[in-house]
């Protein structure tokens, strides 16, 4: 049974699978290289294998203060926006500002859920917190508490919490590769750290099971089908000597049926339900 494990194995299991060596695939190698970057683009961005999550955390750097924070007077972190418009015969130019509040994330990155907050509310964070404090008084033996009226106690703290310090506003466009963050950059620090929750596509040449991923060859193998008929089409009605007939579109045909099938399944059995239909 074959495993591919290399891109150059990828490409040779779907040319057998289309008939190769015994038939000639009339589609170039360049071709097909941007096929298979196509293909891992796809499984990247729509199948659940082929992102991981991930705890990045970055570091603050006093360049991101100050990129983050808008100064109204040397104009530090604004980012201005020049344009015209035309009304009735004159020309008015407009100006948008915007704060340079945000920070690289790896191209990688390719979805984020939330940074974690900051944990420094009188609740949970440090030694005279509410945490600290219900601990040290109420559980200084195993059975002084009913768990069920601590799991409550915690609850109720936890909704304290949750209206007192509300969780950072993000922004996030993965063809950007930039985190927006509404915050307060000036009470930041510099040298503190950011935990950012991220789903962050597969690289297949640090996890090459990718390569021998169902999906995968199965699409692989659709889409060189297409553009092998793609590329007879224009010899429609050629023959060639012994009366055979290039039918370059009922090839086109099957791989695009043979395609929209994959994808059907793909929505349907490999990609993340809508949130809306969770639960």
Same mark, same amino acid.
């Given at each position: 049974?074959?495993?591919?494990?290399?891109?150059?194995?990828?490409?040779?299991?779907?040319?057998?699978?289309?008939?190769?060596?015994?038939?000639?695939?009339?589609?170039?190698?360049? &071709?097909?290289?941007?096929?298979?970057?196509?293909? $891992?683009?796809?499984?990247?961005?729509?199948?659940?294998?082929?992102?991981?999550?991930?705890?990045?955390?970055?570091?603050?750097?006093?360049?991101?203060?100050?990129?983050?924070?808008?100064?109204?007077?040397?104009?530090?972190?604004?980012?201005?926006?020049?344009?015209?418009?035309?009304?009735?015969?004159?020309?008015?130019?407009?100006?948008?500002?915007?704060?340079?509040?945000?920070?690289?994330?790896?191209?990688?990155?390719?979805? $984020? !859920?939330?940074?974690?907050?900051?944990?420094?509310?009188?609740?949970?964070?440090?030694?005279?917190?509410?945490?600290?404090?219900?601990?040290?008084?109420?559980?200084?033996?195993?059975?002084?508490?009913?768990?069920?009226?601590?799991?409550?106690?915690?609850?109720?703290?936890?909704?304290?919490?949750?209206?007192?310090?509300?969780?950072?506003?993000?922004?996030?466009?993965?063809?950007?590769?930039?985190?927006?963050? #509404?915050?307060?950059?000036?009470?930041?620090?510099?040298?503190?750290?950011?935990?950012?929750?991220?789903?962050?596509?597969?690289?297949?040449?640090?996890?090459? &099971?990718?390569?021998?991923?169902?999906?995968?060859?199965?699409?692989?193998?659709?889409? $060189?089908?297409?553009?092998?008929?793609?590329?007879?089409?224009?010899?429609?009605?050629?023959?060639?000597?012994?009366?055979?007939?290039?039918?370059?579109?009922?090839?086109?045909?099957?791989?695009?049926? #043979?395609? #929209? #099938?994959?994808?059907?399944?793909?929505?349907? !059995?490999? !990609?993340?339900?809508?949130?809306?239909?969770?639960?």
């Amino acid at each position: 049974m074959s495993k591919p494990s290399t891109k150059q194995g990828l490409i040779d299991y779907c040319l057998r699978q289309l008939g190769a060596p015994v038939l000639e695939i009339n589609v170039d190698d360049d &071709q097909i290289d941007d096929l298979v970057d196509d293909t $891992i683009q796809y499984f990247n961005e729509r199948h659940y294998d082929g992102v991981e999550r991930m705890y990045l955390k970055y570091k603050v750097s006093q360049d991101d203060i100050d990129r983050g924070k808008a100064s109204g007077t040397d104009g530090v972190g604004i980012v201005t926006t020049t344009g015209t418009s035309t009304i009735v015969g004159s020309a008015t130019t407009f100006n948008f500002y915007e704060n340079s509040n945000y920070i690289q994330v790896p191209e990688s990155v390719i979805g $984020i !859920e939330k940074i974690f907050k900051f944990d420094t509310s009188s609740i949970s964070g440090g030694m005279f917190s509410i945490k600290y404090q219900l601990f040290l008084n109420d559980l200084y033996y195993f059975n002084s508490v009913n768990l069920l009226q601590y799991a409550m106690t915690k609850t109720y703290l936890e909704d304290i919490d949750f209206l007192l310090t509300t969780d950072k506003q993000i922004r996030f466009n993965k063809r950007q590769d930039r985190l927006y963050l #509404d915050i307060d950059w000036g009470a930041q620090s510099k040298d503190t750290f950011f935990v950012i929750d991220c789903y962050r596509a597969l690289d297949p040449d640090s996890f090459t &099971q990718i390569y021998n991923d169902s999906f995968v060859k199965k699409y692989l193998t659709a889409v $060189i089908k297409r553009q092998w008929g793609q590329n007879l089409m224009k010899f429609n009605g050629v023959k060639l000597p012994g009366g055979i007939e290039l039918n370059g579109r009922q090839i086109y045909e099957d791989a695009q049926r #043979d395609l #929209d #099938d994959i994808k059907q399944r793909m929505s349907s !059995e490999y !990609e993340l339900p809508p949130l809306d239909f969770i639960g």
